[in-house]
């Protein structure tokens, strides 16, 4: 049996061959929400929209509104402009582990992009027969340059790239 955790809940992967497959999607639809309403926010020229199109906030208070120095100037209560604050993790479509004991490793991916693709990270262990490194673990990392990239990477320093 081979146990995983997800924000630190186990999981069971008690299957018969020991391989297990297990993804987490992203059920989030929007990118922004408002900090005061908790509306889905689209981004438009003119400024953040709710589902209905308005760009004015119900629950506006400009007492609370942090680009307001003046509260004599500011737009009256539920007048004022929605607040967007980015959706924790809405860059990312899901992420996959899978365990494949025929090819003796573990693969994580991750998707930030196109949904069809993902970025993969593979760790497996050399077989101990083998003529060199018998019984070693290694790891294949997405690169710059890759073939057929999820994203496109490039290297802030070794080990470490900006996405996109």
Not at 17 to 41: H, K, M, P, Y
Not at 70 to 82: I, L, M
Not at 106 to 131: E, K
Not at 145 to 161: C, I, R, S
């Amino acid at each position: 049996m081979f146990v995983l955790s997800a924000n630190g809940e186990m999981i069971s992967t008690d299957y018969d061959d020991d391989s297990s497959v297990i993804t987490f999607e992203n059920a989030e639809d929007t990118e922004w929400r408002c900090q005061a309403c908790g509306e889905s926010l689209s981004e438009e020229s003119d400024g953040y929209a709710d589902e209905s199109g308005s760009l004015v906030c119900d629950s506006y208070d400009p007492y609370e509104d942090p680009e307001i120095d003046d509260v004599q100037s500011a737009p009256d209560f539920r007048e004022g402009p929605h607040h967007p604050q980015r959706v924790p993790l809405s860059w990312a479509n899901g992420a996959t582990i899978h365990t494949d004991p025929d090819e003796d490793s573990i693969t994580v991916t991750i998707s930030v992009g196109d949904p069809r693709g993902a970025f993969a990270f593979t760790v497996r262990r050399i077989p101990d027969d083998a003529l060199d490194n018998g019984g070693r673990l290694i790891m294949h990392t997405p690169y710059p340059g890759e073939p057929l990239p999820h994203v496109e990477l490039t290297t802030a320093h070794t080990g470490t790239y900006w996405v996109g």
